[in-house]
């Protein structure tokens, strides 16, 4: 039987002198090389979009791909998806453990009465076009946080963090709420501390003054399902753009801004209306053939949006209770019949079982069918990524919290390998061609 090894060596073809070094396991997954000492023998490693580098420790989410897992601190999510709320996952992934009821009630109190924003913040959103995109809108209030709750925004003080997570994770339904209103050109409705966390977003998106909205149970659970999926993915680009930006000491409400930045690109959250999007231009089932040709092709950049994952080989299992629940609102809501659902659950059929997804092992991931929950629900397109952004808050903070209070953590600086011009003199501007 082989034995791990505890050592790598990397040999030159030049003679030059090998270099050993140690390897680090973790409680689960691959042993990794630690090559942290490379940079003193001037040897670095090239890895763009960082697929064989593990840029921090973490103890919050564990993903085995290859089997379709996903743990958090242990919990597998198939059981938190089915047993907790969302407020419960969130409290898990910051404090490590799930919460006994006295804990449960106290945070879940303490969430629901920060839900408020600084008056003031109002005049923040007034200041957007009407039609500018919610995501867009939440980059730039989550980012002017830090200019009305500095009070406590010291990184290096646990209190403080603690303080901050509370007031992002409290506060983001209500600025994803009040993004979607702006757009419409509606009041802004302010939260109801007597609903829990799924139906006081679903208040402040639908109620008006003039009309209270009670929301559908089934829609209401299909949402927390929605939080609680998306809650946390381990080192995904956005969480890897919160950590680093917060490495240097920025502030949380920055640095949280910049994930929700980057989780917008369509490579990434934005993929649950570029799903909704792609299949309202496809339009009709009788056009798949046509947009699968396209995906195949590799002179065209089109993908089909809403399948694949990065790390996900297998089934994404939050692509599985995602699928699940998707069907449970279709039939709550008889939406059998509906043209883009009808499409979507013919692309679903037509690319599991085509030769050149199911080879590639490009599964329908969570996004995929997210979209398509949302959408029954009445929530528009570009909402989609604004409420992916709300639940990953929970897994942000988290991981925001861990790289802080962890004492090895570093500035995150990368290095390159540069393919640029040498040394070369300033030429005068009448002496260039
Ligand atoms: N449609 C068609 N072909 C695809 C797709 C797709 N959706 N995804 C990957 N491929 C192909 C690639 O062309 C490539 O083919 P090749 O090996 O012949 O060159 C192969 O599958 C591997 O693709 P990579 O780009 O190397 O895979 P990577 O892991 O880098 O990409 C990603 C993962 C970005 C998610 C990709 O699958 C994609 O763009 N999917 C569509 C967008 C999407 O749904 N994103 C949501 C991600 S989930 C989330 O953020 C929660």
């Given at each position: 039987m082989s034995t791990k090894p505890t050592k790598a060596t990397i040999?030159?073809?030049?003679?030059?002198?090998?270099?050993?070094?140690?390897?680090?396991?973790?409680?689960l997954g691959n042993d990794v090389i630690d090559i942290r000492a490379l940079g003193k023998h001037g040897v670095y490693t090239y890895d763009p979009g960082f697929m064989a580098t593990a840029a921090c420790q973490s103890n919050i989410t564990y993903i085995d791909g290859e089997k379709g897992l996903l743990l958090h601190r242990g919990y597998p999510i198939e059981q938190l998806a089915e047993h907790c709320d969302f407020l419960e996952v969130s409290y898990l992934l910051m404090h490590g453990e799930l919460p006994n009821a006295e804990q449960k009630a106290n945070f879940t109190?303490?969430?629901s009465t920060h839900t408020m924003l600084h008056d003031q913040l109002s005049n923040i959103f007034r200041g957007f076009r009407r039609d500018a995109h919610p995501m867009a809108v939440m980059i730039g209030v989550v980012g002017s946080m830090s200019a009305f709750y500095f009070d406590a925004m010291d990184v290096y003080n646990p209190q403080h963090r603690e303080i901050s997570a509370y007031r992002l994770l409290a506060k983001m339904p209500t600025i994803a709420a009040w993004s979607y209103k702006y757009n419409l050109g509606q009041p802004f409705m302010q939260p109801q501390n007597k609903l829990n966390y799924a139906e006081n977003f679903m208040h402040m998106m639908f109620a008006t003054p003039c009309e209270e909205?009670?929301?559908?149970?089934?829609?209401?659970?299909?949402?927390?399902?929605?939080?609680?999926?998306h809650a946390d993915h381990e080192q995904n680009a956005s969480t890897s753009t919160v950590r680093l930006v917060g490495s240097s000491g920025a502030n949380p409400f920055a640095s949280i801004s910049a994930g929700i930045a980057s989780l917008?690109?369509?490579?990434?959250?934005?993929?649950?209306?570029?799903?909704?999007?792609?299949l309202e231009e496809m339009g009709d089932v009788s056009r798949i053939g046509e947009f699968i040709k396209r995906a195949k092709?590799?002179?065209?950049?089109?993908r089909l949006m809403g399948f694949g994952?990065?790390?996900?080989?297998?089934m994404d299992p939050r692509a599985s209770i995602m699928q699940k629940t998707c069907y449970e609102v279709l039939n709550e809501l008889g939406l059998h019949d509906d043209p883009i659902f009808k499409l979507a659950m013919e692309l679903e059929k037509i690319a599991l079982e085509d030769d050149y997804f199911v080879s590639k092992k490009l599964y329908p991931n969570v996004d995929f069918y997210s979209g398509i929950v949302m959408r029954a629900m009445g929530i528009p397109n570009s909402m989609f990524t604004a409420i992916f952004a709300l639940a990953r808050t929970a897994g942000w903070i988290a991981q925001w919290s861990e790289m802080n209070a962890d004492p090895e953590h570093k500035i995150g600086r990368p290095r390159q390998l540069y393919t640029g011009e040498a040394r070369r003199e300033f030429m005068p501007i009448d002496k260039r061609a």
């Open positions: 040999s030159f073809d030049n003679n030059a002198t090998p270099i050993e070094l140690p390897m680090l396991s973790g409680t109190k303490i969430i909205y009670t929301p559908n149970p089934v829609l209401a659970k299909a949402f927390e399902k929605i939080l609680i999926l917008w690109g369509p490579a990434h959250g934005g993929a649950n209306e570029a799903t909704l999007q792609m092709d590799k002179t065209d950049s089109f994952h990065r790390v996900y080989r297998s």
